[in-house]
């Protein structure tokens, strides 16, 4: 109980403190507010929108049954999972987060994926683009695309490994695979009200991640404004609070190539708070447990992060 106090009365200070940041410097709250708003609007609401719009219609159709019957072969031998996994990991992976986190939990309410089945693919099927990491940031910020290459080689490969080492974890709980399962609420036929359903609620989901980014953002440029000696490791922490944001701060750094290479690996494994605040709020409606994927992205990271500087040392010293 004491515990649960100090929790909500350090929240509640740090939400005061923001709050008199925002009032004392308004015009650098404007600035954070309107670049996280020009961020979501163009960027994140052209390359996320018809991802979860196509989604949910797929997920409400019997399109989903055939998906898991044609990925099942792969997916089975590789990660012992359904078909549907990779449906989910493939349009996590295209469109990066957190639809790949909304994918799974829409499967898991529609009944095609157990809960062990679900909770094990979020420690891999939740990562960022190859968009975001080749386009925004090798070629946007570090006018690189072949670091970009490595980088997502590195970030996927680090993934890999996270889910062999998770499949070890699960495999007594996973149920054995059955390519007869069909989603409980299936429909063979979209109509006029389901497609209006879809949209409503793509138009929910990406409303939700500009509003955290934008918070997020703003919370960022309070935090930088804090009075400490400028630094990489500065850079790095704060970066942890908000992602694009957050890569931006770590290439604008004096480092050396190779330590911002490491580091924006690590982040974009990671996916920041933010990411995390994204991806809670498209599990709200499931039971599917937050803490173990985070800790799985945790330990994503740290594993991003040794890879990162192998890659290094092979392909950038």
Request: hydrophobic share 55%.
């Amino acid at each position: 109980m004491r515990r649960k106090i100090t929790k909500n009365f350090i929240i509640n200070l740090m939400l005061l403190i923001i709050i008199s940041i925002i009032l004392i410097l308004p015009k650098a709250s404007m600035k954070a507010a309107e670049s996280g708003l020009l961020l979501w609007f163009n960027v994140i609401i052209p390359t996320l929108f018809p991802f979860i719009l196509l989604s949910n219609i797929i997920i409400r159709s019997n399109i989903i049954y055939y998906i898991n019957i044609i990925f099942t072969p792969i997916m089975s031998k590789l990660f012992g999972l359904p078909g549907v996994a990779g449906y989910a990991f493939i349009t996590g992976f295209l469109s990066g987060y957190p639809v790949g986190a909304k994918i799974t939990g829409d499967l898991y309410n529609e009944r095609v994926v157990s809960l062990a089945q679900a909770q094990y693919m979020l420690t891999f099927c939740n990562n960022a683009s190859p968009m975001f990491i080749i386009g925004f940031i090798a070629t946007g910020l570090l006018n690189n695309t072949y670091l970009g290459i490595i980088m997502l080689i590195v970030i996927y490969f680090a993934n890999l490994i996270t889910s062999l080492i998770y499949r070890v974890i699960y495999s007594k709980s996973l149920p054995p695979i059955n390519t007869s399962n069909k989603p409980k609420h299936i429909n063979k036929k979209i109509t006029f009200s389901i497609f209006d359903e879809c949209i409503m609620n793509a138009i929910s989901l990406i409303v939700k991640i500009g509003g955290y980014i934008i918070f997020f953002s703003i919370i960022l440029n309070c935090f930088y404004l804090i009075p400490i000696k400028s630094s990489i490791i500065k850079d790095f922490l704060f970066s942890l609070i908000e992602l694009a944001n957050g890569v931006k701060l770590l290439v604008s750094s004096s480092a050396d190539i190779s330590v911002k290479f490491v580091l924006l690996c690590t982040l974009t494994a990671f996916g920041t708070f933010s990411v995390h605040a994204q991806t809670a709020s498209v599990l709200t409606n499931t039971n599917l447990n937050l803490n173990k994927y985070m800790f799985s992205k945790l330990i994503n990271a740290v594993i991003t992060f040794i890879t990162a500087i192998i890659a290094t040392l092979i392909f950038i010293s």
